[in-house]
């Protein structure tokens, strides 16, 4: 055993490989999923494990998606790095541009004895995470998207249908005023929802070099959109007879809604379990809504979650483990079931039939949204994901140039082009020290 | 002052004795910090799969920014609020509990309690109490009419982690500053009394100018404490916002380095501050301690 393993890495190990046989393979896994994800995690595990008697996987949890990649990376640089580690959506350029680090998975899956096609996988998924000729570079594990949720209770205390476009948001607010209820908006991880989803959901492009992956030197664009830069000024100024409410970065907001402070959220589909956990009135999710300003019709929106890559520099036999448990687990039972307790999309197109099949959409009405949202058009260049490197400070530099925004200290057309200009340096010294 | 001089009768014990703290030092500062300097020379990408010798770059990168230099200005303002804030409370808290004679211990005990709290749990304590929306806190203040949102205010923002970082520090202060004001001999105390001074004016006259070693010390403390180990206060509760509010440079030196993961500019940032803690421990030193009356 390792010595490097922590405490609860040994205690998986031996409460899994107790009754197996010693010449098994271990396969080491890092996550960032805490908490009943957690256990989740290790029941896949154990199921894998329990089917075979060749690999053991070793689920082991390293904190969140910064930590458990931040580990891993250390880990790479001392010699010591699992063979399976999760990241986060932003921190694929990354992980892309170490190209002695990683394994793509769609090499691993070939060079493995067994049958897989990436096609199983859904277009929305898969196009985040493949190269421009279409090939999987990490398998997608929890994917979400930002969606809308709504205060059922106060869409009738206002009379008025859930709203599918900004004016009707603003219609909402007008009414709920008269009814003497102040807040009607408020939103989370804000770069993610309402800039890279925005220009995603209405065809246009967040960045150069479609949307950074066509090469390192892409540049943003998200100071180009007018109609963005206006809906933003709007739901800025709209602060004043407390439409809006900015209730910080990340997850924040989310007191606001479940609270009953503001009739409607934009958020990751991912936070069904904390609705059904915390909101005491009748609930829904619905699409993000559209500005007509920009677009008749919505294109489809981009994912956010985390993704399993593939560290080279070990055994060559490990690796045959490393593709059996990726096609293990992505059975559409196994992927049903994540998607249906988590509130994760289900990342096969099987999987989406199965759950259909097992009536939870007519069970839990809204629990499609998301799928349906991503899945809405063929994606374009535009609405296919991002691929920035040092993502995490841009969103970093988009949350403070925004947060002036709300504070009034500038304008809409100033923030956006300050963020531009901010990530654009940070996207140079990216391409310096990957050249 | 006299010093007493021993002598070993062994030429290699002295060696001996001081041996494990020069390893101790050589460990834990004198290694990471040579590795810092080396690693600030350096570009490199996460994986440390390419690097390259950069000179001076990162520093100049770091001095044309003009988010670096305003945090800067952020940690000054926050270490001044955080070492006035503590220090006035816990000094005020302690010439009482020094007039307190039931139940003493009972008092100084409580007192105490903060410091043992771990600066990131105290950042969460905080956290939730001034929640815009759930807070307990924010919600008074709602009641008294003002409308706290740190999450849009750069001011509520800065308040929220200076009173979350002096919170814990008034403990510390407090000890020293009781120990302090019972070293002074109570007759000074009295005869002043007796020559009709009142409680204010005997503090003001008396106990202060012969509290100044301690006060002098524990401004020092503060400063470096406020500047080093409120990383997970700020972590905890603003995370550096809005907008870059209440960014201080130790804060930035973690978020560059591990959400980041640019280490040279991150390595760049610790060799700055690592000159700054040398440069206050300097003055103290140098200037402060000979000053001070004892």
């Not at chain 1, 003497?180 to 908006?185: L, N, Q």
């Not at chain 2, 910090?33 to 990168?61: C, H, M, P, W």
């Not at chain 2, 307990?136 to 999450?151: E, R, S, V």
Request: contains cysteine.
């Amino acid at each position: 055993m390792k010595s490097t393993l922590s405490m609860t890495a040994m205690a998986s190990v031996m409460a899994l490989a107790a009754p197996a046989a010693m010449a098994q393979t271990e396969i080491n896994f890092w996550h960032a999923m805490g908490g009943a994800l957690g256990e989740k995690v290790e029941e896949m595990a154990t199921a894998y494990n329990e089917s075979q008697d060749d690999f053991v996987v070793v689920p082991t949890y390293k904190g969140n998606y910064t930590e458990n990649m931040t580990a891993a990376i250390a880990a790479f640089r001392a010699g010591e790095q699992p063979h399976i580690v999760q990241v986060f959506e932003v921190g694929t350029a990354t992980m892309m541009a170490a190209q002695g680090a990683i394994k793509p998975v769609y090499e691993v899956m070939e060079n493995a004895d067994i049958e897989w096609s990436s096609d199983a996988y859904l277009p929305a998924v898969r196009s985040y995470y493949s190269t421009p000729e279409g090939q999987l570079l990490s398998l997608p594990f929890n994917s979400s998207t930002p969606v809308m949720w709504y205060n059922q209770d106060l869409l009738d205390q206002a009379g008025k249908d859930v709203p599918q476009t900004w004016d009707e948001v603003f219609e909402l607010a007008d009414a709920l005023q008269a009814e003497g209820h102040e807040c009607a908006v408020s939103f989370g991880w804000q770069s993610w929802s309402m800039i890279e989803n925005y220009l995603a959901w209405h065809n246009q492009p967040i960045g150069t070099q479609q949307n950074g992956f066509a090469g390192f030197d892409t540049e943003l664009t998200i100071d180009e959109s007018e109609d963005l830069a206006n809906l933003l000024q709007r739901i800025a100024d709209s602060q004043e007879d407390g439409t809006f409410v900015y209730g910080g970065r990340r997850g924040d907001s989310l007191p606001l809604f479940t609270s009953g402070e503001c009739a409607l959220w934009i958020n990751s589909s991912a936070y069904y379990p904390d609705m059904v956990e915390q909101a005491e009135f009748n609930f829904g999710q619905t699409m993000l809504p559209l500005n007509t300003e920009a677009a008749d019709a919505p294109q489809n929106s981009i994912i956010g979650g985390a993704t399993l890559w593939v560290l080279s520099g070990h055994e060559d036999a490990d690796y045959q483990g490393v593709a059996e448990f990726f096609d293990f687990i992505s059975q559409p039972e196994i992927q049903a079931d994540w998607h249906m307790s988590t509130g994760y999309v289900p990342i096969t197109t099987a999987a989406y039939e199965l759950a259909q099949e097992q009536g939870f959409y007519d069970e839990n009405p809204g629990t499609q949204t998301a799928i349906e949202q991503l899945s809405l058009n063929e994606p374009t260049a535009n609405s296919a994901g991002l691929r920035f490197g040092n993502f995490v400070q841009i969103r970093d530099v988009i949350n403070e140039e925004l947060e002036d925004l709300w504070s009034g200290d500038q304008t809409a057309e100033e923030a956006l082009s300050n963020a531009a200009e901010r990530g654009n340096a940070m996207l140079r010294d990216f391409e310096d020290t990957n050249m | 002052m006299r010093t007493k001089r021993v002598t070993f009768r062994h030429r290699w014990l002295p060696y001996l004795l001081v041996a494990p703290q020069i390893v101790i030092t050589a460990v834990f500062f004198l290694w990471p910090a040579s590795q810092a300097i080396y690693q600030s020379v350096l570009r490199e990408d996460a994986f440390g799969l390419k690097t390259e010798f950069v000179g001076l770059a990162n520093f100049e990168r770091l001095f044309s920014d003009s988010a670096y230099l305003e945090s800067f200005w952020t940690t000054i303002v926050f270490s001044a609020l955080v070492a006035g804030l503590s220090m006035g409370i816990a000094l005020v808290l302690a010439v009482m509990a020094d007039r307190v004679i039931k139940s003493a211990l009972v008092y100084r005990t409580v007192l105490i309690w903060p410091y043992a709290v771990a600066p990131a749990i105290a950042g969460v304590l905080w956290w939730f109490l001034f929640n815009p929306t759930i807070g307990i806190g924010a919600y008074a203040m709602g009641q008294l009419g003002y409308d706290w949102n740190h999450f849009q205010d750069g001011n509520d923002a800065m308040a929220l982690i200076v009173i979350a970082a002096a919170w814990r520090q008034v403990s510390y202060n407090f000890l020293f500053f009781l120990a302090g004001l019972q070293a002074i001999p109570r007759s000074l105390i009295e005869a002043a009394a007796i020559d009709n001074a009142g409680p204010f004016k005997r503090f003001w006259s008396i106990q202060l100018p012969l509290l100044s070693p301690t006060v002098f010390f524990l401004l020092v403390v503060n400063v470096v404490y406020a500047f080093f180990e409120t990383f997970g206060i700020v972590h905890a509760t603003t995370g550096g916002g809005p907008g870059n509010e209440t960014v201080i440079l130790v804060y930035k030196v973690w978020r560059d380095a591990f959400e980041g993961l640019n280490l040279g500019s991150s390595a760049a940032q610790s060799v700055i501050l690592m000159v700054i803690v040398i440069a206050l421990t300097a003055i103290q030193f140098r200037y402060i301690e000979r000053r001070v009356e004892y």
